[in-house]
């Protein structure tokens, strides 16, 4: 049984009051909800005051990126180490905006889980295609050299938590989602490699995300997929209220609203 997984990607938005005033709405709407695992990726400015506000709930904390080295003359990054101490203890790596705007690859990815996972954290890896490749056919393709080079000599047992992110780059932030069947499709297929690489334990505990414009009005059909074990949120997760009908989407009164 894959405990199915909801991430809030706020990548570069709210101010620690901001971020403080989401979290607060969100453990209000949500409760004690323990079937399913919530994440809240606040900007590093908002991580400690956001973890204040979330201890003693179920809410887990994480960062949106973070270096290999615990420590060092590189300006600008962030250690494991300062992430830790902040209170995460998940981080998402290789995110199609990380990809594209600032030259992160496969092999940096590689270098960064390997680091995650001996730390202890929950790593996010995120694979996804680009619009020109699926219309070129390419998609599979792509995707399977994402996750493989990804996970190139990612074999300690520390794995079990590895978390993969299906994220087609033309879905994020569009408003176009891939469709149930498109979305499982490209899960088993990275449901196949994970068997390849780490065997039949390891590729049935695994869990994959689905990103990519995901709201309160599609997350129960592709929650259906069978292979698809929660999501990763970015525009829809800034707002507490439509986060919280994400994670319940199997609770009727979650659809009230909409
Ligand atoms: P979106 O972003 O939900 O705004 O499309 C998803 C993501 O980038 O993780």
């Known amino acids: 049984m894959r405990t199915p997984i909801f991430g809030g990607n706020w990548k570069m938005h709210k101010t620690v009051k901001e971020a403080i005033h989401t979290v607060e709405d ?74 594209g705007y600032f030259g992160e690859t496969n092999l940096r990815i590689n270098k960064k889980l390997k680091a995650a996972l001996e730390l202890g954290f929950v790593p996010l890896v995120c694979v996804g295609e680009k619009l020109e490749e699926r219309r070129k056919g390419k998609a599979k393709g792509v995707v399977a050299t994402q996750l493989r080079e990804c996970l190139e000599k990612v074999n300690s047992p520390e794995v079990q938590r590895l978390v993969i992110a299906y994220e087609p780059v033309w879905a994020i932030g569009t408003g176009e989602t891939a469709t149930p069947q498109q979305a499982q499709e490209m899960h088993r297929l990275i449901r196949d490699i994970l068997l390849e690489l780490l065997g039949e334990e390891l590729a049935a505990s695994i869990r994959i995300q689905y990103g990519g414009s995901v709201k309160p009005e599609n997350i129960k059909d592709l929650m259906r997929q069978p292979d698809i074990d929660g999501a990763l949120v970015g525009g829809a997760s800034l707002q507490a209220r439509s986060f919280a009908r994400i994670i319940r989407y199997k609770n009727k009164n979650s659809l009230r609203n909409i």
């Open 26 to 99: 969100l453990k209000e709407e949500i409760g004690n909800i323990e079937e399913v695992e919530v994440v809240v990726f606040p900007p590093f400015t908002a991580l400690n005051a956001v973890k204040a506000v979330l201890k003693e709930t179920q809410i887990g904390l994480g960062a949106q990126n973070m270096y290999w080295e615990e420590k060092g003359a590189y300006t600008g990054e962030i250690s494991p180490l300062m992430l830790l101490e902040a209170g995460c203890r998940y981080v998402i790596l290789g995110h199609s905006e990380r990809r």
